[in-house]
């Protein structure tokens, strides 16, 4: 089974149309990405199922806002993601993204998207000035626990002291973990932390204090410098660094599709790793592509 733990699907993203001065080389600023074209790159790339992930212009509004852009400049959402999952549910497991958790009815959110077929949900801590100390998210983070589901979070695009730090942001999570200790939880971008920088160790101690703790591995350390060579060695430096140092159990292959669409094609996205990996025996590549996401999904967080 090959999984890719972080997928997604829209209309368009940082629209080439509200502004004419970016390239529309990567394609998502102007070609809806649905779930049909999804399914059809993994087809190609012999990848059986993905973490379908929904986000709306809402949700990605800070981000936007720190490259330029606005709410306008994003389409899609919860409701198209849950139509294209809908469309193909052997091929999915769907992950909503997190409001407010102090403007929102967050148990009654879960609930919903839960009833609605979704396997975990996804929080972006700096998108929402979220203090995951706050008696709020500690409500949330229990309330998935008991619903037996699961969570991602990425901590993209922090702007101290606007937000908090990444240091900041994993002691806080400490504290949530601790309260919530049977709730699994994948880092997105390997906890935005370069492997091979300062602050790798935070994830390392992280992952060797909650032993349901894992790391997807789309862009570890929300770090992209190889450009556009194939395959992709600081890709793979970073990866095998983790692999030394986590160990190989707790990582999870991701391409973020289509997000990368302007630097590589989906099939390169896996067989810099198929192909180009050695560091990782047979065993552990077939973790990595995929046994240990379904390890993940399978994980439940009731007592």
Known sequence: MVVDTETHIFYYARSAIANPGVSRAAHYRWHEHDADLLVAEMDAAGVDKTFLISYDAED???????????????????????????????????????????QRPLPYLVDRDIADGATGFKLFPAYVQADLRA???????????????RLLISFETLDPPRSFSLPEYIAQLRVALEAAPRLPVALLHAGCADPL????????????????????????????????????RNLLLRVQRLKETVGSSRLMWATDWPWFGDRFLYPQGIDCFRLHAPFFDDEELARFLGGTAEEFVSLEGRA
């Open 197 to 232: 920088g300062e602050h790798a160790g935070l994830i390392l101690d992280l992952c060797r204090d909650f032993p349901r703790v894992y790391l997807s591995l789309a862009m570890p350390g929300a770090i992209w410098d190889d450009g556009w060579e194939y395959p992709f």
């Open 60 to 102: 990605t509004r800070w981000s936007a806002q720190h490259h330029g852009f606005d709410l306008e400049d994003f389409a899609g959402g919860r409701n198209y993601t849950l139509h294209g999952y809908r469309r193909h549910l052997d091929r999915f497991y769907w992950f909503n993204t997190l409001k407010d958790a102090t």
């Open 135 to 149: 008696d709020a998210w500690q409500q949330v983070f229990a309330h998935i626990q008991d619903r037996g589901s």
